[in-house]
Structure formats: C-alpha cells, structure tokens
C-alpha cells in the first residue's frame, strides 16, 4: 500500500492559507478602518504603552536622583549653618563676657582717688567648687601689698575679706559662707547689727537690730566704716524679709547679697586701716 506524499498536503495547505489571505485583504480592503485597527492601531498601542513606561521609568529615576541630590545639598548646607551657628553663639557669649568685665574694670577703676591709699584690682582666678566653705582666689598676693583681712569689694559692693595670702594669690571669703561676719547697718536707722553668711544660696543674715526699730523689705545694708575692714557705706545687700522677732529682743531680717559671686570676673582688694573718705566708695549697676 502506497503512502501519502506529505508534500501533497504542505501544498494544500499553503493553497488555503492564500486563500484566506486574499480573502482577508479583499474584506479589509472593502473596511480600511478595521484594517488600520487591527493592522496598525493595536501595534502602534503595544508600542507607545511600552515606549510610555520606558519614559516614564526614566522620568521617575530620575526625578528620584535628583531629590536625593537635594537632600544631600540640604544636609550639607544644614550641617555648615549649625557650625556658623555655633561659633556665632561663642563670639555673641565672649562678647558679652567682655562687655561685663569691661564694665567691670570701669567701676573699680572709679574708686582709685576716692581713698587716701588706694587698694589693688585683681582677677578672679578660680572659685572654690565644693560644698565645703565658699571661697575664691585673685591673682594678687603679698608681693602686691595684700594683708590678711583686707577687705574685698565689687562694682557693687561686698564681696568679702582675705583670709590667706601667698606671694602672688590670696584666697578671700565669700560673703554667703557660714564663717562669714561683718558689722552692717541700715541708713536712717541709728543701731548697727552684723550681717552673717547662712550658706551658698542662702539669704544673709543681719543679727542684733532691736525689735522696735522700723525695717522694711528694700532697705538698703551698708558697711559700717569702724572694723578698719571697709570704709563706710559700701553696700552689702538689700533686705528680703523681716520678720516679727529673733530670740524675743531682736528682729529677724533676711538679706540679699548685692554681688553674685559667678559674675564677677574683678574685683578691688583694700588694704587695712585706711582713713575713708566721707563719700561712698561703691555701689551701683556697672558703667554701660
């Protein structure tokens, strides 16, 4: 039995399939519009969607660069201002470091000629930092005429008074330490009380005024002139508080040193026993 040629069906094949070609174009020929749209319209999609998503990938990295580009400059320029920032913080806090201590300087240098023989300006070197008794230390000793007990004053009034001296330093005690006394009075008030230190950040203590003697809060508390210590009426502080009676004779009175010690950066150092002049010595804001 004979077997069918393959090339017979290969033609009969290729016969239909012209067939339905020539067919196809003849219908489409008679309907362009569905020949455009299926010919050209659905390629010309496929393409400009493919083509539409390349760009707009392209657009999206890119646009996704660049604000990374961005945020890169912005941290930069954030981190440089943040150091200008810093330095202009440090130069404004110099400066006004220098302005007080100017001003400072103007004042004490303001009590030279007010005294028959004047005292010593010093710097602060250092302040104690313990807990223990408050003391601080300025750069002028013995060699600069510094004796124990030489009272220490500040642009606005007391400080306190030398306890040690050394060649070129002496420490001086803190108007607010415990050990601290000093005789006070009140102008206008003819009894004198002392003024004792109750301890860091603590009220002064203005001990022995009469309970009948008329005080009031804001009066002012000078030195008295007569413990060879300080000439008269250099200011101490201003009353807080009285209260109705310490120890039934004497009135309670609680007082607010004129100086803070953390912001003195000068201060003038007298020498015992001098012959005060009548006028004030201190007292007063610094000279702006």
Not at 18 to 36: D, E, T
């Amino acid at each position: 039995m004979e077997k069918p040629r393959s090339g017979g069906r290969l033609s009969k094949a290729v016969v239909v399939l012209s067939v339905v070609l020539v067919a196809v174009v003849i219908v489409l020929g008679f309907y362009p519009k569905l020949f455009r749209s299926l010919f050209v319209g659905v390629p010309e999609e496929i393409v400009g969607s493919f083509l539409s998503g390349v760009s707009s990938g392209s657009r999206s990295a890119g646009s996704l660069w660049s604000g990374y580009l961005d945020l890169v400059g912005v941290k930069r320029e954030n981190r440089n201002l943040k150091k200008e920032l810093l330095l202009l913080s440090r130069q404004l806090s110099r400066s006004r470091d220098l302005f007080w201590e100017n001003a400072q300087l103007k004042s004490l240098i303001g009590l030279k000629g007010r005294v028959t023989n004047p005292g010593k300006p010093c710097r602060v070197m250092a302040i104690n930092p313990t807990t223990g008794h408050r003391t601080f230390l300025l750069n002028c000793g013995s060699v600069d005429g510094i004796e124990d007990k030489s009272g220490v004053v500040g642009s606005r009034g007391v400080l306190g008074y030398v306890i040690r001296v050394f060649p070129n330093f002496c420490q001086v005690l803190w108007v607010e330490d415990t050990y601290f006394a000093l005789e006070g009075h009140i102008p206008g008030i003819p009894d004198m009380g002392v003024i004792h230190g109750q301890g860091v950040a603590s009220p002064l203590r203005l001990k022995y005024l009469p309970i009948l003697v008329s005080v009031k809060k804001g009066d002012l508390v000078r030195t008295t002139g007569e413990d060879g210590i300080f000439p008269p009426d250099v200011p101490i502080g201003t009353v807080l508080s009285v209260g109705e009676r310490e120890k039934m004779l004497f009135r309670r009175i609680d007082v607010a040193p004129s100086e803070q010690l953390e912001t003195i950066s000068f201060a003038y150092v007298f020498a015992p026993m001098h012959h005060w002049v009548s006028s004030p010595i201190v007292g007063g804001e610094p000279t702006k």
